[in-house]
């Protein structure tokens, strides 16, 4: 089984950048799907960026395309967001997520991912 940590989070201001890390352990993540997605309280997880297991292919929501960065280093089994030019609207608990399952498209809905870390919360302050 596998088990993903994230870190990296904090408080920073507007214009601020963050580089969040997932590693997992437990088992190898080359062959998977990995994603971000970030909460906010009583909302429903929304997808930030996604990553194919050889990072061939990513996908990034629109409200952070051009601003965040996914990459993923399989040897050593860590995923990574970079985050440049935060806004308070990027405030949120952030998660990685694992997709096992062969995929032609990267998954946007939490619901299609079958594995989740504990987040690291990351706050930005206007």
């Known amino acids: 089984q596998v088990q993903l940590v994230e870190s990296g989070g904090g408080l920073v201001q507007a214009g601020d950048s963050l580089r969040l890390s997932c590693a997992a352990s437990g088992e190898s993540i080359s062959t998977y799907t990995m994603a971000w997605f970030r909460q906010t309280r009583g909302k429903e997880r929304e997808f930030v960026a996604g990553?194919?297991?050889?990072?061939?292919?990513?996908l990034y929501a629109d409200a952070v395309q051009g601003r965040f960065t996914i990459s993923r280093d399989n040897t050593q089994k860590i995923v990574y967001l970079q985050m440049d030019s935060l806004k308070p609207e990027d405030t949120a608990r952030y998660y990685c997520a694992l997709q096992r399952k062969l995929i032609v498209t990267i998954p946007t809905m939490s619901n299609e991912y079958e594995h989740w870390g504990q987040g690291t919360q990351v706050t930005v302050s206007s």
């Open positions: 990553i194919t297991w050889n990072g061939g292919r990513t």
